[in-house]
């Protein structure tokens, strides 16, 4: 299947430029970027909406196969595998980039609200994300059959 973006030669520094001109646009007070462990996963994190959002993204490992070889199986050369990597880098940061527009887009046009659009990176007081507390508990329920406790209460607690 196709990826978007797979060809783009827009930089990564470019899109997340792109990400924060689109986040004042549509109404966000605050903004950042960050990444680590050598660039492997980038964060930003803006506040919009009276919600703090972080969307985690995780970068190409640079010794993937996928970049070390070609499609048909044959070596690449460092620099050719350097590059297939960087190019994958690009692509991401170009899709982050659609994603945060086209909800805010949404959220603009009525179409859903702010809230249901970014649910999963809104950071609670924890530290931690909706998505982080919810999606362990989608698994469990489905493999026990009963609802889970969604959210801890403060202190570690369930409610």
Do not use: H
Request: glycine fraction near 8%; charge should be neutral; proline fraction near 6%.
């Amino acid at each position: 299947m196709p990826r978007y973006a797979e060809s783009t030669s827009v930089p990564a520094d470019r899109s997340r430029a792109e990400i924060e001109r689109t986040l004042e646009r549509y109404g966000a007070d605050g903004f950042m970027y960050g990444w680590e462990d050598r660039g492997r996963r980038a964060v930003i994190a803006f506040r919009a909406a009276g919600r703090n959002i972080r969307f985690e993204l995780e970068m190409p490992d640079p010794d993937d196969r996928e970049f070390s070889e070609t499609p048909t199986g044959r070596s690449r050369s460092e620099k050719a595998a350097r590059t297939a990597w960087e190019q994958a880098c690009r692509q991401r940061w170009r899709a982050l980039a659609l994603v945060v527009k086209a909800k805010l887009e949404a959220v603009s046009a009525g179409i859903s609200v702010f809230d249901e659009e970014f649910m999963p990176w809104i950071v609670l007081p924890d530290g931690s994300t909706v998505g982080d507390q919810v999606l362990p508990r989608i698994e469990e329920a489905y493999l026990s059959g009963k609802m889970p406790k969604l959210l801890s209460a403060p202190g570690g607690g369930s409610k």
